[in-house]
């Protein structure tokens, strides 16, 4: 069974910055196209980033510019670095992967951006 383990997520004051990380739970699970997408109360999920096996990124405007996903895939991760936070940064983050042509999300990690 393929899990994804996020970690980084926190509370951080409005100007701050962090680093999600998504690992899938075993090494022979390759992660194809990683993505984040988060979810504020109250609100649906919502798209955030997302990138390919061979680097190509896309991100929605709301992040553009502040938020950049990476990869690493010696170490089968996913990275998300947020920078110049906002209070309306304030959700629920989730990774997402395709492993092996299969859609698997995280639990989900808390990103609380205080003004």
């Known amino acids: 069974q393929v899990q994804l383990v996020e970690s980084g997520g926190g509370l951080v004051q409005a100007g701050g910055s962090l680093r999600l990380s998504c690992t899938a739970s075993?090494?022979?699970?390759?992660?194809?196209?990683g993505a984040w997408y988060r979810q504020a109360p109250g609100k649906q999920r919502e798209f955030i980033a997302t990138?390919?096996?061979?680097?190509?990124?896309n991100y929605a405007d709301s992040v553009k510019g502040r938020f950049t996903i990476s990869r690493d895939n010696a170490k089968n991760t996913v990275y998300l670095q947020m920078n110049s936070l906002k209070p309306e940064d304030t959700a629920v983050y989730y990774c997402?992967?395709?492993?092996?042509?299969?859609?698997?999300w995280g639990q989900g990690t808390q990103v609380t951006v205080s003004s």
């Open positions: 075993e090494s022979i699970f390759t992660i194809n196209i």
């Open positions: 997402n992967a395709v492993i092996s042509l299969r859609r698997y």
């Open positions: 990138i390919t096996s061979s680097g190509s990124t």
